[in-house]
């Protein structure tokens, strides 16, 4: 009798898409709104529920080694100068 390692599925969920990136579940799916990373919605529910490719998701960290981030500075610029 052999046993079989199962294989990883083609589809990840969201909570299997963010521990692959190690972040948390609610950044994954503002990164999937925003485009920031390739997600597919599925059809046919009440509630939006994201699938992710585990090659989209690398090839989104390739990509932008640091996503960018709108978020203003904590330091003004005129202290960051001194």
Do not use: N
Not at 1 to 25: D, G, I
Not at 57 to 71: Q, Y
């Amino acid at each position: 009798m052999t046993s079989q390692v199962p294989t990883p599925s083609f589809w990840l969920t969201a909570s299997e898409a963010a521990a692959h990136l190690k972040v948390k579940v609610r950044t994954l799916l503002l990164w999937a709104r925003q485009g920031k990373v390739k997600a597919y919605a599925l059809s046919g529910t009440a509630r939006r529920i994201w699938r992710f490719r585990r090659e989209d998701l690398d090839a989104a960290l390739v990509e932008s080694a640091v996503l960018v981030s709108l978020t203003p500075s904590v330091c003004p610029a005129e202290r960051m100068e001194k």
